[in-house]
Structures are given as C-alpha cells and as structure tokens.
C-alpha cells in the first residue's frame, strides 16, 4: 500500500501543481471578459473571510500558490492529510468563480453553445472525481487508527487503569481496617479477661 501511495498523490497533485503555477505566474485568465462579475464575487468572498484579498488578480494568485504548496506537499507526502484537505477547499472556491465567470461571460446567442456546455459538464465531472480523490486522501491513515479511535482508546485504558487502582486502594483499605478491627476486638477480650 505505501507503494501506491506513492504513486498515486503525485499524480493526483500533478494538476494542481499546474494550475497553482499558471496561477502565480499569471492571475488574469485573459478567456474570461473584464465585465464577468469576479470584482463581486471577490469582494463577497473577502467579506465573508476578512484576510482575504478583495482584487480578484491578488486572489487568483493567493488561490494559486495554496495549490502549488499543497500540491507540492501532497506529491512529497508530507502532511498528506492538511494538503489534500487544503486542495479540496480550494477546489470547491475555484469551481464556484469559474462557473460565475463563464455564466456572466457567455450570451445566449452565441455559436458552439451546445459545445461549450458539453466543455463545462466534462470540466466539472473532472473536478468533482477530483474533489472525491482529495477527500479520500484527507481521510487516508496510511492503516493507523484515526486520531479520535486512539484519543478514546487512551481514555478508557486510563479509566480501567484508574478503576483496577481504585478497586486495589479499596482493597488495601478494607484489609487495613479488618485488621484494625480484629486488633481492637482482640485487645477487648484481652482486656475483658484480665478484669474477670
């Protein structure tokens, strides 16, 4: 299985190595109209998540070097997990711009149309095989238990360690007063032979 893994996130980082790098190198996708409604949709998204850029160029480029990061860590294998989980969120973002730019970008008269939306359901076909991919690496304990299976593994261990030492404090105590008692109970009849 190690094997595979390491194989399979390269190639499954590979496309966004590519787009994250295309997207530093050159934020502005020059097939999309300046009049395609991204100043809104990145201004509404700076507003909701307030470190974010709201200049659409500074967010395609902040978008691409999350990508090209978690990429390059996701092909090396290091954190693996927070990569793909990184990637997948930016996916999900990427998808939702793409689709508003090409809705305020396409008119209905234009030739092709069947084309270009036969295009745009094979693109989003790919990136939701993809997003299904990353959540899969996300969830991946390369065969160890999740964190949460050991946090309550480790929790009921303690507990039991803690009963067993409980029940032994318990035990010691009740030996210590049977002992007690038989002493004084002894010492009674010792005493009450001595005065009869």
Not at 81 to 93: E, F, G, K, M, N
Not at 181 to 195: G, P, W
């Amino acid at each position: 299985m190690a094997v595979l893994r390491r194989v399979a996130r390269p190639l499954l980082a590979a496309t966004f190595i590519r787009d994250g790098l295309a997207a530093v190198r050159e934020p502005a996708r020059p097939d999309v109209p300046e009049d395609s409604g991204r100043e809104r949709e990145a201004s509404a998204l700076a507003s909701r998540v307030p470190f974010l850029p709201e200049d659409p160029a500074q967010l395609a480029r902040l978008q691409g070097a999350v990508q090209l990061g978690a990429g390059v860590l996701l092909a090396l294998g290091r954190a693996p997990r927070l990569a793909s989980a990184a990637l997948a969120v930016t996916l999900v973002s990427s998808t939702l711009t793409a689709s508003g730019d090409r809705a305020a970008g396409k008119s209905s008269h234009e030739d092709g149309a069947d084309e270009e939306d036969r295009a745009r359901r094979v693109e989003i076909l790919t990136k939701v095989s993809l997003f299904g991919g990353l959540l899969i690496a996300a969830a991946d304990t390369h065969g160890k238990p999740s964190l949460a299976y050991r946090t309550r593994r480790t929790a009921s261990h303690a507990s039991d360690a803690l009963s067993h030492r409980a029940h032994a404090v318990t035990h010691q105590v009740g030996n210590a007063a049977g002992a007690t008692v038989d002493s004084v109970t002894h010492s009674v009849e010792a005493a009450r032979k001595r005065l009869s």
